[in-house]
T-cell receptor
Framework: GDSVTQMEGPVTLSEEAFLTINCTYTATGYPSLFWYVQYPGEGLQLLLKATKADDKGSNKGFEATYRKETTSFHLEKGSVQVSDSAVYFCALKELNKFYFGSGTKLNVKP | KAGVTQTPRYLIKTRGQQVTLSCSPISGHRSVSWYQQTPGQGLQFLFEYFSETQRNKGNFPGRFSGRQFSNSRSEMNVSTLELGDSALYLC???????????????FGEGSRLTVL
């Protein structure tokens, strides 16, 4: 069945460091891929998405490219800020069903 | 445009009681999904409702139930509460499409349930 695997956290970085959070997926067809972010005490917010192979989603300095050949959708940001501290979830959607990864907590220190 | 609204935000119950949580989706969204979030299990899918019908269901016992009204508002109910039901319950709405499509989920802030 469909599933999403993302790197375990927590990930701790200093401000302005480069961020990569790995995400790989298993799907039977051609899913859409998403990254959601959850700030403390809040629900999940859509960060970015990609709907087909080689699409690049981007928002607020974050980017992720839909790689069908490696079934991956890694999240990257060139320079993180303290305000990026949150939990990040990778997800896929296929046939109106969503599958979420376990979440990766990011801590950014000043 | 108002977001997804969940009520109540916080509640405390004791074992054996029941609880009802409410979710108002974004205007025009007819699909409502419910998730349970706990530190140990992450995000777990409970069920999805579309046009007042349950379309998908996760792997939860029958104590967890839901319904959707004609205005797309949804409620979920948990009966005979157990300590392990303590969690953040998240509701999400979306523009469901028959043929798939992006139809991303828009989440509410959640209802945090504590069972004592």
């Amino acid at each position: 069945g469909d599933s999403v695997t993302q790197m375990e956290g927590p990930v701790t970085l200093s401000e302005e460091a480069f961020l990569t959070i790995n995400c790989t997926y298993t799907a039977t067809g051609y899913p859409s891929l998403f990254w959601y972010v959850q700030y403390p005490g809040e629900g999940l917010q859509l960060l970015l998405k990609a709907t087909k192979a080689d699409d690049k989603g981007s928002n607020k300095g974050f980017e992720a490219t839909y790689r069908k050949e490696t079934t991956s959708f890694h999240l990257e940001k060139g320079s993180v800020q303290v305000s990026d501290s949150a939990v990040y979830f990778c997800a896929l959607k296929e046939l109106n069903k969503f599958y979420f990864g376990s979440g990766t907590k990011l801590n950014v220190k000043p | 445009k108002a977001g997804v609204t969940q009520t109540p935000r916080y509640l405390i119950k004791t074992r054996g009681q029941q609880v009802t949580l409410s979710c108002s989706p974004i205007s025009g969204h007819r699909s409502v999904s419910w998730y349970q979030q706990t530190p140990g299990q992450g995000l777990q899918f409970l069920f999805e409702y579309f046009s007042e019908t349950q379309r998908n269901k996760g792997n939860f016992p029958g104590r967890f139930s839901g319904r959707q009204f004609s205005n797309s508002r949804s409620e979920m109910n948990v009966s005979t509460l157990e300590l392990g039901d303590s969690a953040l319950y998240l509701c999400a709405s979306s523009l469901r499409r028959l043929a798939g499509g992006t139809g991303e989920l828009f989440f509410g802030e959640g209802s945090r349930l504590t069972v004592l």
